[in-house]
Structures are given as structure tokens and as C-alpha cells.
């Protein structure tokens, strides 16, 4: 909530795009990605602020100080998720005997909690779990929830302190005068051995695992052990497991962003044992998923972002665009391909229906790119197909490609930073987007695609605090042009 108002009050924005704030599971070790959630439809407790919740406020001096006191360490380039939920699961349980919100009956939300009271006996996986566990159905599973009913009201606990949370942020960024909001992003599956595939495993091709075909940035191709849905299980279905999907995101959003949105029309799958590059294309029929997803859009007054970067068919954003939705324009791959040295394109010629941002949390951050991080890190970790030297100079090609469009537009260059936000500033696109790593100067990008624990994929720390961050004079000189182009109503 504070982010929110602050960011429209300060930063005069008018919309915020939040990663994806779906459910883990709640057992060591936690997962880091919030591309990979336990369920797309619940949300994480380890984005709780405990502290402003209805309980703590209530608690006695002593309780809300031994809270306090649990506190993790904020030092250190990485967070370390461990520590913060390990942190958070204490001190909520400290506030569990002293609550005063009231959780509505929900079947498919004590469904949810009781996974999470199972993960945290049996481990984070279902598929290791005791085989007569591995039913949500079974008699086994049903003496479970009568053993581990308080554990289950818990964790039912915690999901209703989320929603409460995240209705909150929704209604702080409407009073600030955002004139969008909070725009949510939709991974495009789940992990493997959450609560979504133990609830509805029939759905799930569980063998099959979800990426993407080598591309300019990932050459290798993309494996990003997802189970994909099985389109005629999905039919079966009446699309209904989507369409919660969709409707539980948008119950706390004005806007939704969909990732891999060409995942509707066709996904990749890869084969058990085999690499990235060996998988193969399933078609989904494309015309309900798509009329799933506009009508709970439409019910629910919602801004719809599709993320259709890479190797997408023309028919995705065609569709997209016939549908009132907005495509995405990155400007790392705004370039005109059709002319020798593949120049960068004039924002001002970008698709106006469309999102438009420099970079994106898979790709090079602006300090990175300026500085080719992103072709010395894949270089140390074995990503180049082609040698680095190649890398190197492609790199600098881009480079003076995109600096000569930034003196062409009359922008001064003395700042690169300021100079490509002032650049973006000038987009046709109807939204525009910066991100927290790009004004804040950092150099690693947030996520290396076809890396897992090589790279510190989600941990790396911004250089300045949440508090900070709003002040920094790096940060205001980067989002001050965005602002001068694209001002609030008032």
C-alpha cells in the first residue's frame, strides 16, 4: 500500500506493475522465482508486512515488541528468502493466538491450507510425500486435515491477511490518483509439485516440462519446468481451472499482465530427458482461452497486458489488439529488421497499443547493457554459442546503434540513464514503464533465463532501500522525464 501511494504521490505515477505475488509452499528451502509459484491462485505470505496487520495492532506492548524483534537481517547483496520466511513464520505465529480477523468459509481455500500444514511436515514437493498423501481426495488426506486442523486454520489465516493486504494496496493507489493502478503479473504455470498440481493433477501434463525455443538472448533455448495444461483436459474442464486463475488475480487488480501470452495460442513442450532446444510446439484453442481471459477482464474493469516478446506469431498480438488488449514494446528489441545493422526504431513509431519499457527482468538492465554484464556473465557461465569476442562487438554495435538514436532525437547523453528514460519518455505506446533496477543504477538483471543456481536469479538487492529509493537523486533524474511527457491529471 505504501509503495503504492507513494509511487503515484512522489514518483507521479500512474500505474505500478508488480511481479508475480502468487502462493509458495511453505517448507525449506523457499523458492525464489515468483515465476515458479506453488498456485497461481493464492497469494504469498512472504510478502506479509506483519506489521500492519489488524492483529498486531491490537497485541499487547510485549507481543508486538517480541515480533519486532524477529526481524531479519537486511545486509548483504542477496536475500537470503529462508531467512525471511523462517522470520515471518515466527512472528506470525506469535500473532496467531492474539487474531481478531475473521477468515469466510472457502473449501478451495482450506484445500490451499492444508497443503501448506502437509509441506510443512512432508516437504514443499507432493510428488515425495507419502503415497496415500498424494490424493487430496483420500482417506489418508482426509484424517490429515482432522490431524492438522489448527496448522490448516493457520495458513487459512495467512491467506486472508493477504488479501486483506493486497485490497489494501489496490485502494492506496486509487486515492493517490493513479490513473490505472496496480497492474498483477501471471506466470504462465506452476511448480511441478505444488499445491495446483496436487489439486487438479488431471488437468497437468505432468511429464512434459514448458520453455521456449533458442533466441538472440537465450541461444540456447529455455526450460522452465513448468507442467503444462493439457489442452483437452482444459476443454473438459469448460476452462473453468483458467478462468480461477484469472479471476483470482484480478480480485485485487486493475490490471492484468500476462507472461508468455503466446502461451494461449501454443506452448513449447520439452520431452522428459531431453534439452530446450529439442522440444516441440501443442496447440490450445486459442479462441477460449483468449474469451476467458476478456471476459473476467471485462467483469472485473481490468487492463489487459499481453507479454508477447520472442518468438511469437503474428496472430497473438493481431488478436490481442482486436480484443482492446495491449501488446508489449521493449526497446532492446524495437529495431527495424528489415535494414542492414538492424537500427533501433523511434519510440515515437512504437505500436501505441502496447507497454512500453527499456528492459525487461529477464533481459539486461540499462547500467548492465551499457557495460555488457549481460555478455560477461553469460560468457563465465557457458551461455554463448558464439565466441565472446563476437559478443563483445555485437554488443558495442548495439551500443553506438542505440546512443546515435538518442543524439538524433536531440536528447543530451551525458547521463546514459537519463538519456534512454528521456528517450522512452517519447514512446507512442499508451503505457509507459521503468523498473526499480533501471533508475537505481543496478547492473545485474534480476533473472538469468537458463540459469538456476549458477546465478542469483531473484536475490540481488537493489543499491538503495524501499524508503530510499523514493529520494534518490539517481532514481528522480531517470523518472523526471517520464513525468515531464506523461503527466498526471489533476
Not at 95 to 117: M, T
Not at 426 to 434: G, W
Request: glycine share 8%; with cysteine.
Amino acid at each position: 500500500a505504501t509503495f503504492a501511494a507513494r509511487s503515484a504521490s512522489e514518483l507521479d505515477a500512474g500505474v505500478v506493475l508488480v511481479n508475480p505475488v502468487q502462493a509458495i509452499s511453505p517448507a525449506h528451502p523457499i523458492e525464489r522465482s515468483p515465476y515458479s509459484p506453488a498456485s497461481r491462485r493464492f497469494a504469498n505470505p512472504v510478502y506479509l508486512r506483519v506489521t500492519a496487520t489488524e492483529t498486531f495492532r491490537n497485541a499487547d506492548a510485549a507481543t508486538r515488541e517480541a515480533v519486532e524483534s524477529l526481524a531479519p537481517d537486511r545486509e548483504g547483496e542477496l536475500i537470503d528468502y529462508d531467512a525471511v520466511w523462517t522470520a515471518k513464520r515466527a512472528a506470525l505465529e506469535l500473532l496467531w493466538p492474539h487474531r481478531v480477523e475473521n477468515v469466510p468459509e472457502d473449501a478451495d481455500l482450506s484445500g490451499f491450507a492444508l497443503f501448506c500444514a502437509l509441506a510443512e511436515r512432508h516437504g514443499g514437493d507432493w510428488r515425495d510425500w507419502p503415497e496415500d498423501l498424494r490424493d487430496p481426495a483420500g482417506p489418508a488426506t482426509a484424517k490429515a486435515r482432522d490431524e492438522l486442523g489448527d496448522r490448516v486454520a493457520f495458513h487459512a489465516w495467512l491467506q486472508h491477511l493477504c488479501r486483506v493486504q493486497l485490497e489494501a494496496a489496490r485502494t492506496a493507489a486509487r486515492e493517490a490518483g493513479m490513473t490505472v493502478g496496480i497492474v498483477h503479473d501471471l506466470p504462465v504455470g506452476v511448480h511441478p509439485g505444488g499445491a495446483d498440481t496436487w489439486a487438479l493433477n488431471d488437468v497437468f501434463a505432468a511429464d512434459a516440462r514448458v520453455g521456449a525455443p533458442p533466441d538472440a538472448f537465450n541461444q540456447q533455448g529455455q526450460d522452465w519446468n513448468l507442467p503444462p495444461w493439457r489442452p483437452d483436459k482444459l476443454a473438459e474442464a469448460g476452462y473453468a481451472p483458467f478462468r480461477d486463475v484469472i479471476r483470482g488475480v484480478l480480485r485485487f487488480a486493475d490490471g492484468i499482465r500476462v507472461d508468455h501470452i503466446a502461451g494461449l495460442w501454443r506452448l513449447w513442450w520439452i520431452p522428459p530427458g531431453e534439452p530446450a532446444h529439442r522440444g516441440t510446439y501443442v496447440h490450445y484453442d486459442a479462441e477460449a482461452m483468449v474469451g476467458v481471459l476478456a471476459l473476467e477482464a471485462h467483469r472485473a474493469g481490468a487492463v489487459v497486458v499481453g507479454e508477447d516478446l520472442g518468438t511469437v506469431e503474428e496472430v497473438v498480438t493481431e488478436t490481442m489488439h482486436e480484443r482492446g488488449m495491449l501488446s508489449s514494446a521493449v526497446l532492446w528489441f524495437e529495431r527495424d529488421w528489415d535494414t542492414p545493422g538492424q537500427p533501433f526504431t523511434r519510440p515515437a513509431e512504437w505500436d501505441p497499443d502496447a507497454m512500453a519499457s527499456i528492459s525487461t527482468h529477464d533481459l539486461p538492465t540499462v547500467s548492465g547493457w551499457l557495460k555488457s554484464e549481460h555478455v560477461r556473465v553469460r560468457a563465465e557461465l557457458g551461455l554463448l554459442d558464439r565466441g565472446v569476442e563476437a559478443e563483445e562487438a555485437a554488443a558495442a554495435e548495439e551500443r553506438t546503434a542505440l546512443l546515435e538514436l538518442v543524439a538524433r532525437e536531440g536528447i543530451p547523453g551525458d547521463d546514459p540513464v537519463v538519456a534512454l528514460h528521456t528517450l522512452l519518455a517519447s514512446a507512442a505506446s499508451r503505457l509507459v514503464l521503468t523498473s526499480p533496477a533501471d533508475v537505481a543504477g543496478q547492473v545485474r538483471q534480476p533473472n538469468l533465463p537458463g540459469t538456476v543456481d549458477q546465478y542469483p536469479n531473484w536475490r540481488i538487492r537493489l543499491p538503495v532501500s524501499v524508503d530510499g529509493f523514493f529520494t534518490a537523486k539517481g532514481v528522480r533524474a531517470a523518472v523526471a522525464p517520464l513525468a515531464a511527457a506523461r503527466p498526471l491529471p489533476r
